[in-house]
């Protein structure tokens, strides 16, 4: 889920840095085809001001992939039983996640342009953009056994391609970062320009979370305690997943400062990968330490 995240993501950028989409807070401010001053009034909100291009949306394309890989997941389960009552019960659990994925895509459209950040078009292109990247990537087998050196690269690939298409274009005298100066100039209030909404912290954060799973995952932490004897124990999961959702709630209290661009982007590089280190490896390695530590005292 977090590769197709990560990709879903970058993708994302590039589609974002070739369409030169518009959002609609700036311009309605800046189009001609209003005649005189009649421009409609869009109200803004706090997460109105987004400092990227608009098209497509990659809060749209991110929700549409992530919840893609997970629906399709759950129903690889069910899709194996085989007597006659399991077949009605695939075909209602079918109806119901789909619909719900439907729902939720729906509804973050429908916000996304409720606070005039995004046109119609721009969410419709972000949903189906996204489903597109998860089917093409969630059935790659690479990913399921990539070794570090993999993510390594992957990760260079990624930033590599991404700065290199960013600087021949600067060398054309085309700017991709066109849509900051137009965010600072049209956002109502300037507290709600957020340096986390600009192309290159998106990208950051991707790289850092995809370090990080690759750290993980290729740690021995990670072999001692998910591959070892308690990996298949309930209570060893159901600790995980508390102990995780416990700890990552603790990485909203970490506030990256923001007053420099370069030490924000090392720093939340960081924090993006220690996000799904602590998950994958840390935490697992606690819970597996601490189960060791309560059965030896028993015995
Ligand atoms: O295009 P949208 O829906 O406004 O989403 C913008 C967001 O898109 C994501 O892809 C970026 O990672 C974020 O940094 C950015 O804020």
Redesign the pocket.
Known sequence: MIWVAVIG?WF??IF?WILFGH?PYWWVQETMIYPNQSSPCLEQFPITC?????????????SSCVWYVMVTAALSYTVRWKDKSAVTLHRLTWSFLWSIFWIIQISVCIS?VFIA??FPH??VL?VFAGILVAEAFEHTPAIQTASFRMYIKTNLFLFIFALGFYLSLKLLDIDLLWSVPKAKKWCANPDWI?I????F???V??LGALFGLGLGINSEMFITSCKGKNSCKISFRILCIAASLATLQLYNFVKIPTHTEYLFYILSFCKSAAMPLTVVALVPYCVHSLMGTTEKKLN
Do not use: C, F, I
């Open positions: 993501d994302n950028l974002k959002r987004e400092t990227g291009p608009g098209s497509p949306s990659g809060h749209a394309m991110g996304r950040t995004h721009q969410v972000g957020n986390d909404t600009t192309p912290a998106g990208l954060r991707n």
